[in-house]
């Protein structure tokens, strides 16, 4: 019935109500969301949110991805729960497991140090493959193919102000590619060679390295070394066509061969980071001040306190993480030649 990786389809009746689209005003979006069927609950808080504070004005479509098959369940919780249609997708086979050129024994060997030093994840493999997943497969899921951009969405997480301007739009409008509310600094124990072998990619493919690009947010030798500050890729609204582009594809296919999504723990955060530093330009990458946003253990609340009254927002502005020191937020701001907001270093 459904293409191949394409699980079911729950489509919306509008209720009379015109979408915005109808008067020009949506862009082709989705928001995407990977979990698995218990995460039904934590996702369910997610949506909530994010329909209470967004969406329910836009109903942008909503899919659904996982390496198992979804549930009765939670196809009925979600789907009841976003105001656009909603699609579940099964990842193939051949996204969500070992590459034929990875020596699994090696990637056991590493898996059993990593435990042994108590490294966050250093022993699960499923975490590896959604890691993999994520940094390069989810964009060319059948179900996602239909649309230029999309807004991860991941279980718990919360919003505290009102979305009164449309991220994908804004997006779309002002040429931006990728966008973070969160920046900090990845644990070097998971990403020793990463660097390398993004230096290996920059030497063999240096068409794709954008001439105005953020390098001084990666590093802080002029590219000799990683500083590991990366985009917190729990949130990211971005462009699906550029991940589907040419060039980071080629910047993935060679991270991959590289191996240290299983002979190391490479995130998908610093990966999509130093692909969007080094081939995006500076203005093409988008700090949203105005989103705030929770992911256990970081809020991002807004700097401002116009901004926080207009928008409704009810987090602790000295809980926003943006001007401490283990965020990477202010030098993503020198990097770009931003000028930082009036009054963050109070917020220190
Ligand atoms: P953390 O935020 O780095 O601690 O990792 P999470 O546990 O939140 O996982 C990141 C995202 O991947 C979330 O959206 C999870 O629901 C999803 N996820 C993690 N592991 C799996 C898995 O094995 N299968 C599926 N389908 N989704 C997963
Ligand atoms: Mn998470």
Redesign the pocket.
């Known amino acids: 019935l459904y293409p191949s990786g394409v699980q079911g389809i729950t489509p919306k009746p509008t209720g009379g109500v015109p979408l915005p689209e109808a008067d020009g005003i949506r862009v082709n979006a989705t928001f995407v969301?990977?979990?698995?069927n218990h995460?039904v609950w934590e996702i369910a808080r997610s949506i909530r949110q994010v329909e209470d504070r967004f969406n329910r004005n836009y109903h942008y479509d909503w899919v659904f991805?996982?390496?198992?098959p979804f549930d009765d369940t939670f196809k009925k919780v979600t789907s009841a729960l976003v105001s656009g249609n909603t699609k579940y997708g099964l990842i193939p086979k051949e996204h969500w497991s070992f590459p034929e050129w990875i020596d699994e024994k090696k990637a056991a060997q590493v898996r059993k140090e990593m435990s042994e030093k108590k490294i966050i994840y250093g022993d699960s493999i499923?975490?590896r493959?959604?890691c993999r997943y994520e940094s390069g497969f989810f964009f060319r899921h059948p179900l996602m193919l239909d649309y230029e951009w999309y807004w991860r969405v991941?279980?718990s997480i919360e919003l505290f102000c009102d979305i009164s301007e449309d991220p994908f739009k804004f997006m779309a409008d002002n040429g931006k590619k990728y966008s973070f509310t969160l920046s900090l600094y990845e644990y070097e124990e998971t990403i020793p060679t990463l660097w390398k072998s993004a230096k290996k990619f920059m030497s063999e493919h240096p068409e794709h390295i954008a001439e105005d690009n953020t390098m001084a947010f990666l590093s802080d030798d002029n590219g000799e070394t990683y500083n590991r500050c990366h985009f917190w890729s729990?949130f990211e609204v971005g462009s699906l066509n550029w991940l589907r582009s040419p060039a980071y594809i080629d910047y993935f296919t060679s991270l991959d061969k590289d191996g240290g999504f299983f002979y190391e723990r490479w995130g998908d955060a610093p990966v999509h980071s130093i692909a969007a530093a080094l081939m995006l330009k500076k203005d093409e990458i988008h700090f949203f001040n105005n989103i705030a946003y929770y992911?256990v253990p970081f809020t991002h609340c807004p700097t401002g306190e116009k901004t926080r009254l207009d928008l409704k927002c009810h987090c602790n502005p000295s809980d926003n993480f943006d001007w401490k020191g283990y965020s990477c937020t202010s030098r993503f701001f020198d990097a770009v030649g931003m000028k930082k907001p009036e009054g963050y270093e109070d917020e220190k």
């Open positions: 969301t990977l979990a698995r995460d991805l996982n390496d198992q499923s975490y493959h959604m991941e279980p729990n992911h």
